[in-house]
């Protein structure tokens, strides 16, 4: 298993940016499924964004699509989500998740990080 940080969170105003970076510990994090989930206040766990071991292939929830990327590093042993023309709704705590199998797994599968909470101000 692998254990993940993941950092960058904070509060910014409506239309702004923030880059969230999930370090991990591990020799073999290079061939892990990364997703990144979100927890609103008062809702559920959601899926957000996800990519593959070797980073060519991504996916994302339709609420993000055009707005976040997330991309790895894998030499750094970091995966990286890039959130653009953020909106107050996208206010959550942020996880990174990670999973020794395919994408389609992780939201069932993986390790947790511990989160970073992101606020978003109208």
């Known amino acids: 298993q692998v254990q993940l940080v993941e950092s960058g969170g904070g509060l910014v105003q409506a239309g702004g940016s923030l880059r969230l970076s999930c370090a991990a510990s591990?020799?073999?994090?290079?061939?892990?499924?990364v997703g990144w989930f979100r927890q609103a206040p008062g809702k559920e766990r959601e899926f957000v964004a996800a990519?593959?071991?070797?980073?060519?292939?991504?996916r994302y929830a339709e609420s993000v699509k055009g707005r976040f990327t997330t991309s790895r590093d894998n030499a750094k042993n970091t995966v990286y989500l890039q959130m653009n023309s953020l909106k107050p709704e996208d206010t959550a705590v942020y996880y990174c998740?990670?999973?020794?199998?395919?994408?389609?797994?992780?939201?069932?599968?993986?390790?947790w990080g511990q989160g970073t909470q992101v606020t978003v101000s109208s």
């Open positions: 990519i593959s071991w070797d980073g060519g292939s991504t």
């Open positions: 998740r990670a999973h020794a199998g395919v994408v389609a797994e992780l939201e069932d599968f993986g390790s």
């Open positions: 591990g020799r073999t994090f290079s061939s892990y499924a």
